[in-house]
């Protein structure tokens, strides 16, 4: 039997890999910790039975401890809540979902328990890669992705580890603004960028794939899992979301992972590895398709993903700032607070006021998130002024 933890249980990619667990009868969600919807987390934990429990916010674990009582459940709350969770003593691979940089303490406090870490949190390599690979060789634990992308990458390097990547081609649907201009981008609203054309998503990466700015974020990470430089790292725009990636090798091969748009195959084959099971849905059919097409993506229109380039290369704690200016940004879009385009014109703001740490602990990282949370707020509101 497999014991696992979900960071993030009750969202997108929690809810996905608890089907990979109904359809696995050697599969057990040991652990779950989730923000704030209590209504699923109360489910899910009738369902599964898990050892314990987690709640962003206390008086949220409070409510959902008395609705549970009666079940032989540990509820807790907050950063110490979610750290228990991944550090449980039965789990052997954490997965990780939760949104933002809270997953950081977490991974970090599992992979010092001997955890193997199951990725699909980007914030703890683009704010934290420089801790956490190094942490993860030290204490000899496994990082799998989870992303599509990634995970395609990490598939199409299995048994070619002695060869050296010449390039990694990163593909990106070029969600639902694929071929507008800026101009033509002045007045989207949510409800427009929340219509991804492939993927099934929750609202923050919908959002994010939108602007190219998660693309970017995966740039990032790509960077620390597979040990390349960014030149090494090609953005590829495939709009029909079949092949998820591909690793073009020094002597000009390319490998490419191909597949429908279903993240529970990059979630069971993180869960599994190196072993591939059944999964149960939709199978490609090369007769009924009919193209697969690549664009160049437009990194003007879509300067979200030129100014992650940018970042990456500075390092230090400027990726920091532009994940933290990017979710507080896509936050104040979702409140209709700012247009569409200031989602990356803060991103570039933000990172042009920062006071750049070279290597930053966990508490710089954190510092500066707070940093850049205050300099978009006071850019705010003097504009309202």
Same mark, same amino acid.
Request: with cysteine; glycine share 6%; proline share 6%.
């Given at each position: 039997m497999k014991k696992i933890a979900i960071l993030g249980s009750t969202g997108s990619i929690g809810t996905q890999t608890l089907d990979v667990v109904r359809n696995n009868s050697d599969l057990e969600a040991v652990s779950l910790a989730?923000?704030?919807?209590?209504?699923?987390?109360?489910?899910?934990?009738?369902?599964? $039975?898990?050892?314990?429990?987690?709640? =962003?916010?206390?008086?949220?674990?409070?409510e959902l401890k008395e609705k549970v009582k009666h079940l032989n459940v540990k509820v807790l709350s907050g950063m110490d809540g979610l750290i228990a969770c991944a550090a449980e003593k039965e789990v052997s691979t954490v997965l990780t979902a939760v949104v933002g940089m809270i997953g950081i303490r977490p991974v970090i406090e599992a992979i010092k328990a001997g955890k193997?870490? /199951?990725?699909?949190?980007?914030? #703890?390599? !683009?704010?934290?890669g420089h801790l956490i690979i190094p942490l /993860?060789?030290?204490?000899? !634990?496994?990082?799998?992705?989870?992303?599509?992308?990634?995970?395609?990458?990490?598939?199409?390097? &299995?048994?070619? $580890?002695?060869?050296?990547?010449?390039?990694?081609?990163? #593909? /990106?649907?070029?969600?639902?603004f694929r071929? $507008? #201009?800026?101009?033509?981008?002045?007045?989207?609203?949510?409800?427009?960028?929340?219509?991804?054309?492939? =993927?099934? @998503?929750?609202?923050?990466? %919908?959002?994010?794939?939108s602007t190219m700015v998660n693309k970017g974020l995966e740039v990032m990470e790509a960077k620390w899992l597979f040990d390349v430089d960014y030149s &090494?790292?090609?953005? !590829?725009?495939?709009?029909?979301?079949?092949?998820?990636? @591909? !690793?073009e090798f020094e002597d000009?091969?390319?490998?490419?992972?191909?597949?429908?748009?279903? @993240?529970?195959?990059?979630? &069971?084959?993180?869960?599994?590895?190196?072993?591939?099971? #059944?999964?149960?849905?939709?199978?490609?059919?090369?007769?009924?398709?009919? &193209?697969? %097409?690549?664009?160049?993506?437009? @990194?003007? %229109?879509?300067r979200g993903l030129h100014l992650a380039y940018e970042a990456g290369k500075q390092g230090g704690s400027i990726p920091t700032v532009y994940n933290a200016a990017n979710e507080l940004a896509v936050s104040m879009f979702l409140k209709k607070k700012i247009s569409y385009l200031e989602i990356v014109d803060s991103i570039e703001y933000a990172m042009e006021k920062h006071r750049f740490i070279e290597n930053p602990s966990v508490e710089q990282i954190l510092e500066a998130e707070q940093e850049t949370y205050h300099n978009l707020e006071e850019k705010w509101k003097r504009e309202e002024e």
């Open positions: 989730a923000g704030s919807n209590i209504e699923l987390l109360e489910q899910q934990i009738l369902e599964f $039975r898990p050892n314990v429990v987690s709640v =962003w916010k206390e008086d949220k674990a409070k193997d870490i /199951a990725l699909a949190n980007k914030e #703890t390599l !683009v704010t934290a /993860a060789k030290e204490y000899g !634990v496994s990082l799998l992705p989870v992303d599509s992308e990634h995970s395609a990458i990490f598939q199409c390097l &299995q048994g070619e $580890r002695q060869n050296k990547i010449a390039k990694i081609l990163l #593909t /990106a649907s070029g969600g639902p071929g $507008r #201009t800026r101009d033509e981008l002045k007045n989207i609203q949510a409800e427009d960028a929340l219509k991804h054309p492939n =993927w099934s @998503m929750g609202q923050k990466i %919908t959002i994010d794939s &090494q790292i090609q953005v !590829v725009v495939q709009p029909q979301s079949i092949v998820h990636s @591909m !690793v000009g091969g390319v490998m490419a992972q191909l597949g429908t748009p279903d @993240m529970r195959l990059p979630i &069971q084959y993180a869960l599994y590895y190196p072993e591939r099971r #059944t999964l149960p849905g939709e199978r490609l059919d090369f007769y009924k398709l009919s &193209q697969i %097409t690549f664009e160049e993506p437009d @990194m003007d %229109t879509f």
